[in-house]
């Protein structure tokens, strides 16, 4: 393959490269918010058009959630298969009024010096790190005449919704998913000028929790003291959860949480990477997790206990003196090393009816579970995206850990036996989840660049 | 006076009485949410229109929030001067899901067995009691063709939202609010057979609380470990507020709580009503407040902390895995005694700052503030008014005390020298600040005799 032909490519075709992604952003495809179904649906009909212009016939397949975009297309006899995942759902844009523009209006923003953005929900994650793997194949197919490999894809639109209907997916497609290797980008750099690849995710499980206690809202004067308020019984459980040394407090949360190797400690501390420096873009000073763990150690290698979201009463504007018949929590756990999230589950459940009263009730509703995930060290697949990398950057890739959950990834390990390079452009003031998520023009333009490297050298 | 037929006049004309008040509860002023507050003006004006049409020249007086409505009125000479008060705005409807029909669409539903109600917010507190008042009234300058007393009427919008404009209201008009007594129509009976008359308030002190750590919304796996929840910081605070025997745990909380009398417990004892009685009608059996108190001790002589709001993080339909950037919640104080509300407030801030972590913040909004109240035992009105209530319901009254706020009774007393006859025909089951409030018409319409034979005894 002539890689340069196919760089040059890339690089004259930027302009178009970037048309196709503002079509596919301006789709509010918000997975988790019921009112955005169709706009989901639109998103996945969106990329099965755009992949047929490519030669690879995807379909939209139907699932008990969002559909997933599916397609296979060979490629030369004796490459290996290579499986493309990303995710073309969003998360929520709320609270919209910290967005200083449309959320869906994606533009490029330049700086004062000259640097310049895509701003717009998804254009980070994972919308624009995965068209870059597309934009890709898409250069390579121009210049070459085919794909550089037999690829398949499979882009779902439930990631940021716990993908609850990707177990029923797998079940029903696992013969025609094999692969000799799954090619996700949905990760960060290290730092600006570092690429990287990530070694480990953490896993997560997420629930709501939801208190009842009087069958009805009470005035607070005539029913404060011997009325249970459940915003009270609440904010203790919630409380509990941790202790004084930022440990988390359910039985048996610890169990199958290993230490990192000697030599991760050592590669991790090469990094150089302060709690000030970890922190301090974000507006914040003092560590808040486990006593005696370093940030990187927190956030490769140490599961967390974290409230998402918690509600009850009043929370309008102005005052009411209410006590309130109900109160709820969004709990989520990341889990590291053989930590089993049913286990967790479980015990958070009994953590949490043990604490409360007994003319009270609790319910439970079940989100996204999935256990943590960790790429052996000697695949052949991180030498090639080592050298692409190093190639395309100039320097060698740190090799990561990352806090995130793909849950997918360990599936592809546990259900099919096949591992995946996590190589991703994000940058961590990237403010994905947040309001005026951007991505860097120049993730998206030397992304594009590498993973054609990666492909040129299967 | 001829009280009988003042008292047949209210039985003949009760669909007349309904009629105004129903116009009254179809204008939704809920005076804390400032999207209501035209709404709120409107009320005052038909109050104003409608005193007029009984020779009650009172006028919309603007305040720095919701109107006062405020007039005066001649009466026989020599009687003592009555100022009527109450309130003509309600608490908000949210949630709104939980109404069966529309709040502000008042109508009488008639149950089973032929009893009556006036179902709609605001239907008890206050408009249809503070409307038994002003019927009462109508109807005696309607048979005898005047006032039986000199009148000044004082209703103001503001009582749902903490009374913020009225001690500015208070400062520019105590002159002309110089009266005899003031009669209030806010509380409750003691069953649905038993008039009461209150004796007590408990005072009330309201906060905001926001707690602020990053500087925007951060994704869980990314930021999950060493990044600040305020989720968990105020649920920390929240859960702090109370100790494991129920009792507030803000150093100084209980200075000026008196113990009740003697006299008063055994009056209170021979009410007999056991938690049983007093939580059962709301889903309730375990009291929740002080231990080693019943229930009326903790409702009309013990203060409390109550969580009425707390919101932080995502909370709408499925999950979203961030770590906010603030969280915050509403939290309340009823006071009994000679408790310093202006004390406590700086005490719960104080509380609270000691928790907040370096690199946080936290804001406080300061909402309404009033100590408790208690009438003299020896007042005169008192004993019109159980004469009165005995008359029209055959039945001495309770002496009761209150769990709720007029905080507006207190200034009367300590900046005007002014008591206050507290008589209402609420019960328990009327759902006042819950979805489908209701006021029994018995409640209307003996509320109006009973008023009637109020002023006939001056």
Known sequence: ???????????????????????????????????FAGDCRRAADWLVADLATMGIAAE??????????????????????????????????????LWQEDPFAPRVVTREDGSKMIVGRGSCDDKGQMMSMIEALRAIKAVTGSLPVPVTVMLEGEEESGSPSLPGFFEATKDELKADAVFVCDTGMWDKSTPAIAMSLRGLVA?????????????????????????????????????????????????????????????????????????????????????????????????????????????????????????????????????DPAKLRAALKDFVRERVPGDCTVEFIDHGMGPAFRVPDDWRMLQVGAEALEAEWGKAPAMVGMGGSIPVVHDFKHTLG??????????????????????????????????ARVFAAL
């Not at 040059?8 to 952003?25: G, M, Q, T, V, Y």
């Not at 009842?212 to 919630?238: C, E, M, T, W, Y």
């Not at 990237?430 to 594009?448: A, C, I, Q, T, W």
Request: hydrophobic residues 35%; proline residues 7%; charged residues 25%.
């Open 60 to 97: 939209s397949r139907p699932t008990t959630g969002h559909p997933v975009v599916f397609g296979k297309a060979d490629g030369p006899a004796g490459k290996p298969r290579v499986l493309l995942y990303g995710h073309y759902d969003v998360q929520p844009v709320d609270p919209l009024s």
């Open 207 to 339: 629930h709501d929790i939801i208190v009842r206690a009087a069958d009805r809202d009470l005035h607070s004067g005539q029913f404060g003291g011997p009325a249970r308020n459940p915003n009270h019984v609440l904010a203790k459980i919630l409380a509990d959860l941790h202790d004084e040394d930022g440990r988390v407090t359910i039985p048996g949360f610890y169990e199958g949480v290993g230490e990192p190797s000697e030599a991760q400690k050592a590669n991790w501390a090469s990094l150089k990477m302060t709690a000030e420096d970890y922190l301090g873009p974000i507006g914040l000073a003092e560590p808040a997790g486990e006593k005696g763990r370093t940030v990187l150690e927190q956030v490769w290698s140490r599961p967390t206990c974290e409230v998402n979201g918690m509600s009850g009463g009043y929370t309008g504007a102005g005052f009411k003196t209410v006590i309130p018949s109900e109160a709820s929590a969004k709990v989520s756990f990341r889990l590291v090393g053989d930590q």
């Open 1 to 35: 393959m002539d890689l340069d032909a196919v760089l040059d490519h890339i690089d004259a075709n930027l302009d178009a490269s970037l048309e196709r992604l503002f079509a596919l952003l301006r789709i509010p495809s918000i997975s988790t918010d019921p009112a």
């Open 418 to 451: 096949m591992d995946t390079l996590m190589i991703g452009f994000a940058l961590e003031d990237d403010r994905v989840h947040s309001p005026n998520e951007k991505y860097e023009l120049s993730s998206f333009h030397k992304g594009m660049r590498s993973w």
